[in-house]
């Protein structure tokens, strides 16, 4: 029952289409507010006629007072605001309940091309499954719908109609259940898909699964249509927008009253043009949200429901049924030899034919000879990053930390001069934390330079490691293969002494870790801690007691080849960075009192 102009408007190159759209009457502004404007009208001239006629004295003098305050106070409502966001929210709630009715067409499809057989069984599995798709829409409609309940007003009419058998409507009438049983013929649909598998008319699981999902997502459109008549726009919201327009135009018949005003009538004449079409615009404008609010009812512009349900079981019956694996005869077409083709154009369609078609807004750009030569990369301009060696190319991230480090270094101050407070051992704590992943880095590097075995990463990496602990580090690397270029990096492992020193209870992992609870050590300036610390290089501590010392002894000489000057600095800096890191874990003092939060 939608009202469509979409052939009137087609071309809009002059005014005349839309002027002849104000003349239509079915689906018009003035079908939906005449008799509203009636009454307003009536009841505007009625007050007219009684001051001018009825009232004299005091009584005028009242009524022309009530008009001035009307029509001064009658601006404070706020009618375009409420009324703009609720047509809005309404006019898009429209429009997503009819994006929400179902079309069985696409499942006619499915069902054509998957479920086989030109038996007598196979056709009437393609016929009842979508004889139940139509059922299930008829259902969902006739309890929304008011026209498709006028039509379908039980199920002995729906059975009569033919869309549902009476064996069918003996087995919905015994569902003893007091919902709403719309999705019961889609169940039935979903067990003839399961049936024509199991018979093979279904030739894989796949096509199962897509018939399946598609009675699916039809389910889930007819709950959406249940759904929107359920839960509609809160009535609070209508009734704001409907007193607050009721309300103003009611001020209205007072306030615009030409009155009296020292023998001259001020404010609008005889006939208010301009309250007459200020009624027009906003009365329309909430009459057009109480029409859009339920689609699904007798308005010119609802939906015809009843129309989508016989043009959809017809079509459903046309595609499985009539049209099942039936296609004309395969011929070659006449552009069969070539691919340039060029379609005719009639007379009265030959304007709209092009000569040149669009390819793209740049396409028409010139490039000048001389700037059209490919150039090679070249180091931005003003950088000040260090030249690092060509073997490190994919270092120089690292490269770049580790000469920022060096920089913060010279201006952080000596470390000896921290004290054990706080904030000291905060700040140390996070400049451990990148020294951790300067270190890490550094070694992937290095790992690059050349391969070494498992023992000359012992050898070379933990010669502060005490005797009971090194023996046993020999014999778990002894006999391993050689390492590939990431196994430095994953274990470079500097295992820790049992020194009584160092304060178990408090620690955690200091690089390797997050985040450090606590933090402690005892040591003096005359002893010196006896063994190197369990430092886990790119990882967490492998002992949950805090680093003592770390070992420098990162030897570089005979195990990575021949390095240029580049290279030999940037393995002294990272030798530097060491030394550093094992002078930032020897400073802080009184371990059982410091603690970082």
Excluded at 46 to 55: D, N, S, T, V
Excluded at 70 to 94: D, H, K, M, Q, T
Excluded at 273 to 290: H, N, P, R
Aim: hydrophobic fraction near 40%; charge should be neutral; aromatic fraction near 10%.
């Amino acid at each position: 029952m939608t009202v469509s102009y979409s052939k009137q408007v087609a071309t809009t190159s002059n005014a005349a289409p839309f002027l002849r759209l104000l003349l239509r009457w079915k689906g018009s502004i003035y079908k939906l507010l005449w008799k509203d404007f009636a009454v307003f009208a009536f009841l505007y001239y009625l007050f007219f006629f009684i001051y001018k006629l009825a009232l004299s004295g005091i009584t005028k003098i009242l009524f022309e007072n009530i008009a001035n305050y009307c029509n001064e106070f009658s601006n404070l409502i706020p009618v375009a605001f409420v009324l703009g966001f609720y047509v809005s929210l309404v006019v898009s709630r429209f429009w997503e309940q009819f994006r929400s009715i179902p079309w069985p067409s696409r499942m006619a499809l499915f069902v054509s091309a998957l479920l086989q057989g030109n038996d007598t069984r196979g056709r009437l599995m393609r016929r009842s499954i979508m004889r139940y798709m139509s059922l299930a829409y008829v259902l969902t409609t006739s309890s929304i719908s008011p026209p498709v309940k006028k039509r379908f007003p039980t199920l002995e009419h729906i059975t009569k109609a033919g869309i549902l058998l009476s064996n069918e409507q003996e087995v919905l009438e015994g569902l003893k259940t007091k919902f709403n049983t719309y999705f019961v013929p889609l169940i039935w649909a979903a067990s003839i898909v399961a049936r024509a598998r199991k018979e093979g008319r279904i030739k894989d699981d796949f096509a199962v699964k897509t018939l399946i999902d598609e009675i699916n997502e039809f389910r889930g459109k007819c709950g959406s249509l249940f759904s929107y008549d359920w839960v509609t726009v809160p009535l609070v919201y209508t009734q704001v927008v409907t007193i607050a327009v009721y309300t103003f135009f009611l001020s209205c018949l007072m306030g615009r009253q030409p009155i009296d005003v020292g023998g001259e009538e001020i404010r609008e004449m005889y006939f208010p043009v301009f309250t007459f079409l200020q009624f027009l615009f906003y009365m329309g404008w909430l009459k057009v949200a109480e029409t859009l609010l339920n689609p699904f009812g007798e308005d010119d512009d609802d939906f015809d429901i009843n129309g989508l349900i016989d043009s959809n079981l017809q079509s459903s019956y046309l595609i499985v049924d009539d049209m099942h694996q039936e296609h004309p005869e395969l011929i070659k077409d006449q552009y069969w030899d070539t691919v340039a083709i060029d379609l005719p154009y009639t007379q009265a369609s030959q304007q709209y034919q092009k000569s040149e078609h669009h390819l793209g807004s740049a396409v028409s750009i010139k490039v000048p000879a001389s700037q059209s030569q490919f150039v090679s990369g070249s180091v931005v301009k003003g950088s000040s990053m260090a030249k690092i060696p060509e073997e490190a190319e994919d270092g120089d991230n690292d490269s770049s930390k580790l000469l920022s480090l060096k920089s913060d270094r010279k201006t952080s101050g000596s470390v000896d001069e921290r004290k054990t407070s706080r904030t000291d051992l905060t700040r140390s704590t996070s400049k451990l934390g990148s020294l951790r992943n300067l270190v890490s880095s550094s070694f992937q590097w290095m790992n690059r330079r050349g391969r070494r075995t498992e023992a000359e990463d012992v050898e070379s990496g933990l010669a502060a490691v005490p005797e009971k602990n090194l023996l046993e580090l020999k014999q778990k690397y002894q006999g391993k293969r050689r390492r590939t270029k990431d196994h430095i990096h994953d274990d470079m492992i500097f295992e820790m002494s049992d020194d009584e020193s160092i304060c178990s209870k408090h620690s955690t992992a200091l690089i390797g870790g997050v985040s450090n609870e606590h933090l402690a050590t005892k040591t003096s300036s005359e002893q010196q801690p006896k063994t190197s610390a369990g430092l886990t290089v790119g990882h967490s501590f492998q002992s949950s007691k805090a680093p003592s010392i770390v070992s420098e002894s990162v030897k570089t000489e005979g195990n990575f080849g021949t390095m240029n000057s580049n290279e030999a600095q940037f393995v002294d800096e990272l030798r530097d960075q060491l030394r550093e890191l094992r002078q930032a874990i020897e400073a802080p003092k009184n371990c059982s009192a410091a603690k970082i939060d």
